[in-house]
């Protein structure tokens, strides 16, 4: 008997530890179930759409997803379609491989306002993503506001200062490209609340502003740490190494003279949002000067303006809890113990550790999961727990239409035949126009 595993959830996470598993667990047979009818997680929804060799780890994923011990079931939805007690009755073994879909929550007077998003939506509706193709967000603005010194503001103020031509070769969906171009936007105020020592963006991704054709990136010289050592004190090696080189690069935007792009991409430090102002929709965003202690942001009293029609929080994401899995509210994952929640229970992933880290970073988490699962059951799966068998008939039984990764196979055909310019993939960006696709592709 084999031993059954499911893993909920094809992004990253899920796919490292399909691989891991294939690798540790030679009587294991895995089933990767995902709540869209696409695979892959963040790299379809979540890497910038100018990001396209990010995006060429999904090559490697689809090698897993072809191995013969491994199913596809897109389309599912853990919690509406199949419970997860009900999951854990049909495999030995489940892998909470869910991410954190939610957006941390900007608590701060107006951020109910119309034209405040959160990146998880901003992101979700540039890449695509079905959940956010209605959100219109507002862009008929010249000045936008993104808060947060993460990458995902930098990916967020890149999008929409890039030039025509770089967005054309991108995957942005059509109406996205049509609703920047229209845009008169022609500055974005990147906040951070703390210095430029303290930014958590990678230095790869901040030197990529400088690249812009249409847009400069500007720094403020008097904001640059006078003692580069002391503004590094806090942090280890590593940290330290990520953070001198981004004040290098910081320093030399400083430095750079204004010269002749037409956009501006601001990047204010010290400058701590408090509210967002305007009437019914946001017209500004008012923030307080802070200086950094023991590094923590302490406002100085000092208030100041900008006006922005658009503002995008882009403060970290939050993991949703997830019926018949316990859930730690304050810090946004599942307890577990290096990723085992309890025997039979795994987490991978943000839900695992929180919304930080790397594509790479889920590695180790996979294979910690697989060695789990090794450990925890006997050479023999329990005949029992009879997996995608019993999967499939419940899922007739509720007339669920499930998306098999050939299927997936077709959508992404499709998708990249339809693409023109130069444009990787032209992508479909609701469930039904895929699933009608593939009707009508069965029926010719
Ligand atoms: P992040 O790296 O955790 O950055 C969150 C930012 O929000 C921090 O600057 C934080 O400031 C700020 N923040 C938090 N609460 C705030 C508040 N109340 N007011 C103002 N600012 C606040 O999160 P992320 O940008 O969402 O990225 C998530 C992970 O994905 C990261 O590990 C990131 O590197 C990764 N990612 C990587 C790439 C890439 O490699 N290209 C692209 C996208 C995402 P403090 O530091 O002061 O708390």
């Known amino acids: 008997m084999p031993i059954r595993v499911a893993i909920i959830g094809s992004g990253p996470a899920g796919f490292y530890t399909a691989s891991a ?65 009900e999951m854990r009755e049909m495999y030995d073994a489940v892998v909470l491989a869910v991410g954190a879909r939610s957006d941390r929550r900007l608590s701060i007077p107006g951020a109910d306002k119309l034209g405040v998003y959160g990146s998880a939506a901003f992101v979700g509706w540039y890449n695509g993503h079905p959940d956010f193709q209605n959100l219109n967000p507002y862009l008929d603005t010249p000045s936008v506001a993104v808060i947060g010194n993460g990458n995902v503001a930098i990916d967020c103020a890149r999008v929409l200062m890039r030039s025509a031509y770089g967005r054309a070769r991108t995957d942005l969906p059509d109406p996205v490209t049509e609703a920047i171009d229209r845009s008169p936007i022609n500055e974005v105020h990147v906040l951070g609340r703390r210095g430029p020592a303290d930014a958590a963006f990678t230095n790869v ?11 400069a990136p500007r720094v403020r010289a008097e904001q640059m740490p006078s003692d580069i050592d002391a503004a590094l004190a806090g942090y280890e090696k590593r940290e330290h ?94 307890p577990n113990t290096s990723g085992r929640i309890e025997a039979g229970l795994y987490a991978v992933g943000w839900i695992k550790r929180g919304p930080v880290g790397v594509i790479s970073t889920n590695r180790p ?39 098999c990764f050939d299927e997936w ?36």
């Open 21 to 85: 598993l294939l690798k540790t667990c030679p009587n294991c047979e895995i089933d990767i179930i995902e709540r869209l009818p696409t695979p892959y997680g963040l790299i379809r929804g979540g890497v910038a759409p100018d990001h396209q060799t990010t995006k060429k780890i999904a090559n490697k994923y689809e090698q897993t997803a072809l191995m013969e011990r491994v199913r596809f079931y897109g389309n599912v939805e853990v919690g509406r379609d199949v419970s997860l007690t």
């Open 205 to 215: 991704e901040l030197r990529e502003l400088g690249l812009l054709t249409q847009a």
């Open 241 to 334: 190494r990520v953070r001198q080189r981004n004040l290098t690069t910081l320093a030399d935007y400083a430095e750079r003279p204004p010269g002749d792009k037409p956009k501006a991409l601001h990047l204010e430090f010290y400058a701590s949002p408090v509210e967002i102002l305007g009437d019914g929709r946001a017209e500004a965003i008012r923030c307080e000067r802070t200086r950094v202690i023991d590094g923590r942001a302490e406002g100085t009293g000092t208030f100041f303006e900008i006006p922005c029609g658009l503002v995008i929080s882009a403060i970290g994401y939050r993991a949703e809890p997830l019926d018949g899995a316990p859930f730690d509210d304050a810090r946004g994952i599942i």
């Open 365 to 403: 988490d996979g294979e910690q999961a697989a060695r789990h699962i090794q450990d925890d059951n006997p050479p023999e799966g329990d005949p029992s727990k009879t997996g995608h068998q019993c999967l499939e008939a419940l899922l007739h039984e509720r007339g669920r239409r499930w998306v």
């Open 409 to 444: 196979k077709r959508i992404d055909e499709m998708e990249k035949t339809a693409a023109e310019d130069g444009a990787p993939r032209r992508k479909f960006i609701s469930v039904d126009e895929m699933l009608s696709a593939l009707d009508n592709d069965n029926s010719e």
